[in-house]
């Protein structure tokens, strides 16, 4: 299932939106950088540094695959010298809203605008047709690539092209910026390697799926989800089979993201003598700020997960 479709009410209001957009304009030299989601923001921040200001237009918990565009959004995209989205069909509302927002500068193609899927090597990818009753399926492939903390630094290197573009007087600034955040993420990943080493090969049941970037990173092994299908919620049928098939294999891990209802893993955990582990959906939420934050708090739930 797709994000619903509000794009006829923003754009029935988006006029009148635009019309006041030069009187409200705020003066400022910093780059506006305007985001779909609190991890590209957060990325942003860490590339744009003091140069530029950062809005993300999805809130933090907010399910990435049910926003609804408003009419403030459009101005947002309006003012911004850079617009960066997710890609591969999980924030396709954003289209709709540059194109209401008629700015040429972060539209396809332009000079500000940022794809950060563009160069991610891409995880399920469907080579078949679908349908509605397949659940939440993207037919460009798994679009949670941000949980793979090595795709952070492809993301951060698509906003540095942008803000060269754009503002090019700063560009060894950007530079210098990219790679103390590049480094950062290097440093990060040594340590994550040896905290997640001895759970290799593990099985982990999450809620939702969206963890096929993350657990290949980390030689973990998926053994299901709380959802029938993807998007859809979990039924007790489907439940009563994974605790079958969970207690058969000795499979004890259960991950949540914050946005999701707890009642359920709590269940099946109890169910198996297994631990849940609720991370963080998004930044912003469970004490994170940061990016890396947001890392170091989705490794920490894993370990836990899995007995660490």
Do not use: C
Not at 8 to 25: E, G
Not at 49 to 72: F, M, N
Not at 190 to 201: E, I, S, V
């Amino acid at each position: 299932m797709k994000a619903k479709n509000t794009l006829p009410f923003v754009a029935a209001l988006s006029a009148l939106a635009l019309a006041t957009l030069a009187a409200t304009r705020p003066a400022s030299a910093a780059v506006n950088v305007v985001t779909t989601t609190p991890e590209l923001a957060a990325i942003a921040r860490e590339v744009g540094g003091g140069l530029v200001s950062i809005q993300s237009l999805a809130k933090p918990d907010q399910d990435y695959h049910k926003i609804e565009a408003r009419p403030s959004d459009v101005v947002k995209v309006a003012r911004a010298d850079v617009f960066v989205k997710l890609g591969m069909d999980l924030d396709q509302w954003a289209d709709a809203l540059i194109g209401s927002a008629r700015n040429a500068r972060v539209a396809s193609g332009g000079a500000g605008y940022v794809d950060a899927s563009r160069l991610i090597r891409k995880k399920e990818v469907q080579q078949h047709s679908i349908s509605g009753a397949s659940g939440d399926i993207h037919p460009a492939g798994n679009p949670h690539y941000w949980l793979d903390p090595e795709n952070g630094k492809v993301i951060a290197y698509e906003i540095l092209l942008a803000l060269r573009n754009v503002d090019g007087k700063n560009a060894r600034t950007y530079d210098a910026n990219y790679q103390k955040f590049s480094a950062a993420v290097d440093e990060h990943m040594a340590k994550y390697r040896q905290q997640m080493a001895p759970f290799k090969n593990k099985p982990v049941v999450a809620y939702h799926e969206e963890w096929v970037y993350f657990m290949d990173r980390f030689g973990l092994n998926s053994f299901g989800f709380l959802e029938a299908k993807p998007g859809l919620p979990p039924s007790a049928a489907h439940v009563s089979t994974l605790i079958s098939r969970m207690r058969s294999a000795g499979v004890k891990a259960v991950i949540v993201p914050s946005i999701y209802p707890t009642r359920y893993p709590n269940f099946v955990a109890q169910s198996v003598g297994g631990r849940v582990a609720v991370v963080p959906y998004s930044v912003g939420v469970r004490g994170t700020k940061t990016y890396l934050d947001y890392l170091d708090a989705i490794v920490d739930g894993f370990r836990t997960a899995l007995g660490g």
